[in-house]
Every structure is written in C-alpha cells, then in structure tokens.
C-alpha cells in the first residue's frame, strides 16, 4: 500500500461547514496528488505537491485548497462544503518512475 | 486536448470467456499510459504500465500509435477478476499528473 493513509475514512457534514482531509505517507515520496472519484468521470485531479509548500492547481481545484507544510502530510480543505463536492476523494503519491500508488479513500458526503 | 476515452461503462462476460477493455487516447508525443485496477470499495491498485510489457494476473496491454488505443486483455476470464477498470494517462506539462477515463466495470458471471 505504499505506506498511505488517509482519514477521515468516511465523514457526513452539513453544507457551508468547512472539511479538512488528511493524507498521510511514511515513506517520503515528494510528489503527492488529491483526486475525486465520482461515477462517469472516473478520477480528477483537484490538486498536487511537488514539495513541501509547493503546491498547484489541477483540473477540479474550485472550492478545495490544500497544505503541505512537511513531507509526509497533504491536507485537502473544503472551504465551504456544498453538495456537489459529495465524493470519494483518493490521495496518491508517485512511484519511482511514473506510476502512482494510491490510498484508501475518504467517502465524503455532503448534506 | 489530451484525453482518454474509455467507451464502455460496463463489460458483462462468463468466466472462461475473452475480455477486452477498450482505451483510446489523445495525446501529441509518445505516451505514457497505464491500467489501474479497483476492486469494490478498495484503493485503485496499478495492473500494468505500457513500458515494461508486463503480463499480470493474465492481463496484457499493448500500445497501438496508429489506432491511439491502450486496450487490455485477458484470454480467461475469472471470477474474481470483476472490479472497475481504470485506464490513464500522464498528462504533459510535467509533475506526473495522470488523465483518468471514466472507467469500465467488469462483471463476470459464473
């Protein structure tokens, strides 16, 4: 598994209440990537860490932010949660050549 | 646009039958492209990557330029091969970020 995980591993919250998910790996990788998995899109890459307070924007970032202030943690916020942001979000980190490995999932569901 | 189009969202087969996943992709260069496998409610898992021509679980994928097709294959289906099949891509623009296709389900039936 890559030495992955992530937590919460399910959590229900109300809209406009903030969410803060965390990634954590214990094998020092330096990129980390945040994707949601949802039906008919497969995987989305909302954003990635290319080091520690190096981080950028992928294809889904409106509404998340995230912080990487060590190595081995990737938190993921969801500002202000709204309905559509209902998903499971999958952490990865990269291999040693391109290859990602991801983490267990947090099944996020917001009402 | 780079981008990968994974036509079918279910593939229903017997065990013991051929399958094959299709994955077409739009990409300017030499791709980089793999199969992630998902079993139910489980983290994605890599099958195969196209640079080691590897064969796992009975599967193989070869890369086809010409058709820009990535299709996996398995001359066997078993049982519990039934899970949700992922292809991807890495985009360009480095950082390794992959392009995901919508996925193809796998259900095969005793």
């Known amino acids: 598994d890559a030495g992955i995980t992530q937590s919460p591993r399910h959590k229900v919250t109300e809209t406009g209440t903030p969410v803060t998910l965390r990634c954590h790996q214990t094998?020092?990788?330096?990129?980390m990537y945040w994707y949601r998995q949802d039906p008919g899109h497969g995987l989305r890459l909302i954003h990635y860490?290319?080091?520690?307070?190096?981080?950028d924007k992928g294809e889904v970032s409106d509404g998340y932010s995230v912080s990487r202030s060590k190595t081995e943690d990737f938190l993921l916020t969801l500002e202000s949660a709204t309905s559509s942001q209902t998903s499971v979000y999958f952490c990865?980190?990269?291999?040693?050549?391109?290859?990602?490995?991801f983490g267990p999932g947090t099944r996020l569901t917001v009402t | 646009a780079q981008r990968v189009t994974q036509p079918e969202k279910l593939l229903s087969v017997f065990k013991g039958a051929p399958v094959e996943l299709k994955c077409n992709y739009s990409y300017s260069g030499s791709p980089e492209l793999f199969w992630y496998v998902q079993y139910s409610r489980q983290r994605l898992q890599l099958l195969l990557r196209h640079i080691s021509r590897e064969s796992i679980k009975g599967f193989t994928a070869d890369l086809n330029k010409g058709e820009t097709s990535f299709h996996l294959k398995k001359p066997f289906a078993q049982e519990e091969d039934s899970a949700m099949y992922y292809c991807a891509l890495v985009g360009s623009g480095g950082y390794n970020k992959l392009i995901f296709g919508a996925g193809t389900r796998l259900a095969v039936h005793p």
């Open positions: 094998e020092n990788h330096r990129y």
């Open positions: 860490s290319y080091g520690v307070k190096d981080t």
């Open positions: 990865a980190i990269r291999g040693t050549g391109d290859e990602q490995y």
